[in-house]
């Protein structure tokens, strides 16, 4: 790994510049959209709040969600011969007590080995084992929440979330109050991908985890078909347990400065004969940090997807990262998804001897999501990981059972 010393004055500003340029006009021009599978929000063409409660996507499905994972898979609960038990758990059971309680839950059990070491030992672990609530006593009143019990591996990671969403008028704007994970990038059930990390000698570091929450209020507006916005402050104490050098440079200066995140989405779903698609960006301003995400999903064909994302860090005199993600997925048989994606991502690191010290990670992951039957879910995958410190190739398998 080379260190060349810079004046901060001349520091890869043409690039830097650049770059921060494009990054400014995508959050400007696009939107952000989240989703927990974001292939299915293309096959579907729906908003992610048409499968989830949570208007970000992941966590407890409504009931399109819900007949969804039912109905796209390679085989029909009669076809598996297991009809009898699939009816037990209909969705009329899904809905305790009427509107006042609903369950949900989402078990992943993985199976991996570490890219640092060539000798490195398979592990087999729970990545998740979550369970959801749903509460709507009123027409203008609902709340959710969450709680993990697997092991919490990423700092800022929690074991819960909670809130509450107020819609005083119909066609209003909905208020969200609560723990929970403010509106940024696209929220995918893959956490290794670079838009959510950023490039360390020895592979990536995580900047937003998986359940990542604070404490924090969202204005959300979804009433028109083709825009959504949002609109939120957060805590940044969850963010903070984040850090560049060890506990040397934290990602958010100061402890509890607050967060500013804003997000639209665009659908050009409603024009006519245009395929299923979406593009977005988001954006985080916490004192002189801005972290924004962009990309874009595009059904090409009935069986091929495209998308692209693109992110950028932004912290002076301490960090400068992106990455950029292309993937290609396809869809071969219902149930059955093939993708192929390349990941890069760039950083560049400030000493505090003021030396620039440049790193690059590169991926190229090969995977597939395969639903044999509803509600049970298999992800194999082959991945290729380059860092400044290694090269190296790993198989990996997650068992995904949810409801």
């Not at 199976?111 to 979550?130: F, G, I, L």
């Not at 995580?206 to 359940?211: F, G, Q, R, S």
């Not at 639903?371 to 049970?376: A, C, G, K, R, S």
């Not at 298999?378 to 410190?389: G, N």
Request: aromatic share 18%; hydrophobic share 40%.
């Amino acid at each position: 790994m080379s260190k060349k010393p810079e004046s901060l004055g001349s520091y890869h500003h043409t690039n830097k510049k650049t770059i921060i340029i494009i990054a400014s006009l995508l959050v400007l021009l696009n939107a952000n959209f989240l989703f927990a599978i974001p292939e299915f929000a293309i096959l579907t063409g729906n908003r992610c709040s048409s499968c989830h409660i949570n208007f970000q996507g992941g966590g407890m499905r409504k009931d399109f969600g819900w007949n969804f994972g039912k109905d796209f898979t390679v085989l029909s609960p009669s076809e598996a011969g297991l009809e009898g038990f699939y009816n037990f758990f209909d969705k009329q059971k899904y809905s305790l007590l009427d509107r006042f309680l609903a369950v949900g839950t989402d078990f992943r059990y993985q199976t991996a080995r570490s890219h640092k070491y060539e000798d490195a030992v398979r592990k087999y672990y729970p990545m998740q084992a979550s369970i959801y609530i749903n509460s709507s006593p009123l027409d203008w009143l609902r709340f959710d929440g969450q709680y993990n019990f697997g092991k919490l591996i990423f700092p800022g990671q929690q074991e819960w979330s909670a809130s509450g969403y107020f819609q005083p008028f119909s066609e209003g704007p909905i208020l969200r109050l609560g723990n929970f994970q403010p509106s940024l990038g696209l929220r995918d059930c893959d956490m290794t991908m670079l838009d959510r990390r950023i490039p360390t000698p020895d592979g990536s570091q995580t900047i937003l985890p998986p359940d990542y929450s604070e404490i924090g209020a969202e204005i959300i507006y979804e009433n028109q078909k083709w825009v959504s916005l949002y609109a939120g402050v957060f805590d940044s104490k969850n963010l903070w347990a984040n850090s560049f050098f060890g506990r040397e440079n934290k990602i958010v200066s100061i402890l509890h400065n607050p967060s500013f995140t804003f997000k639209f989405v665009i659908y050009p779903n409603w024009i006519d004969d245009y395929p299923s698609s979406f593009l977005g960006s988001s954006i985080l301003v916490n004192g002189d940090l801005i972290y924004s995400h962009s990309f874009l999903g595009l059904s090409i064909t009935d069986d091929f997807i495209f998308t692209v994302r693109f992110s950028l860090l932004n912290k002076p005199y301490e960090r400068f990262a992106y990455s950029f993600i292309p993937a290609l997925i396809y869809v071969p048989y219902k149930g059955i998804l093939i993708g192929v994606r390349g990941e890069f991502g760039k950083a560049d690191i400030i000493t505090p001897e003021k030396i620039v010290i440049p790193i690059s990670t590169y991926q190229i992951v090969a995977n597939a999501k395969i639903l044999l039957i509803p509600y049970i879910e298999f992800i194999p995958e082959y991945r290729f990981v380059a860092t400044e410190e290694y090269k190296s190739f790993r198989w990996a398998f997650q068992f995904h059972i949810y409801y």
